[in-house]
């Protein structure tokens, strides 16, 4: 009597800490469960790199105001960046339109915000063309090009492919390139690619986006 007297005074005790621990396991495997499907639902977005986002390294280009530019220049910015030429009739410009009509509004949101138009044309895009170019759209803008190998620094880093359709020696040549505008965080990795068909509202949507899962990882 004395013996199942003692086993049922442990036991109950026993019972109320097994019950205890199996809650707050089960409560921590839900938390987990719950933080999980938060995150891979935010890493459907849009053109979003991740968790595997291209860390960009050392390049060296010029800009239209004919100065160097570089890592240094990603870091602490937020960059769009457009590879085209100043020469193209259609998709160039018409991108470049309206990043000029969201630009206002993303500056004034976000204070480090920078767009690049990078010519993949070196031989007709000179400093003097590209800066004539890139301020017809925005003030703020920046122009880069220089030479073929400065360029490419660049374009082989972010993956960007592009073709001179130089069939002869004629000057009136056409250069087939991404449409896409290419999304560099302030830590210069690329994380983000938004693709054509682009509207002004949908590239500050997947901005943004992009832009707040980004910060909620640092």
């Known amino acids: 009597m004395i013996s199942q007297y003692s086993q049922s005074r442990f036991l109950v005790p026993a019972m109320v800490v097994i019950a205890v621990m199996a809650a707050t396991t089960g409560f921590f495997i839900s938390a987990k469960q719950a933080e999980k499907d938060r995150l891979e639902s935010q890493v459907q977005i849009q053109g979003l790199f991740w968790p595997n986002p291209r860390q960009i390294g050392e390049f060296e280009t010029v800009d239209h105001n004919q100065s160097s ?7 602490g910015k937020w960059s769009f960046v457009f590879f085209g030429y100043t020469h193209c009739p259609d ?3 018409i991108t470049l339109s309206m990043m000029a009509s969201i630009y206002p509004e993303l500056n004034g949101t976000v204070d480090n915000v920078q767009v690049l138009f990078v010519s993949v044309d070196p031989a007709r895009d000179s400093t003097d063309k590209l ?3 890139v301020n017809y759209f ?9 030479t073929e190998n ?9 993956g960007v492919a592009y073709f001179l359709n130089k069939e002869d020696d004629t000057e009136n040549y056409l250069v087939d390139h991404s449409a896409s505008l290419y999304l560099i965080s302030p830590e210069a990795q690329m994380v983000g690619k938004l693709s054509p068909p682009l509207r002004a509202d949908g590239i ?3 901005f943004y986006q992009i ?4 910060d909620a990882q640092s």
């Open 204 to 206: 500050k949507k997947q």
């Open 138 to 146: 925005d003030p703020d803008f920046i122009g880069l090009g220089g």
């Open 69 to 75: 530019f570089g890592l240094s220049q990603l870091k």
């Open 131 to 133: 800066a004539e170019y």
């Open 91 to 93: 998709i160039c410009p």
């Open 211 to 214: 832009k707040e899962f980004i």
């Open 150 to 158: 400065q360029v490419n620094s660049m374009t082989r880093q972010l």
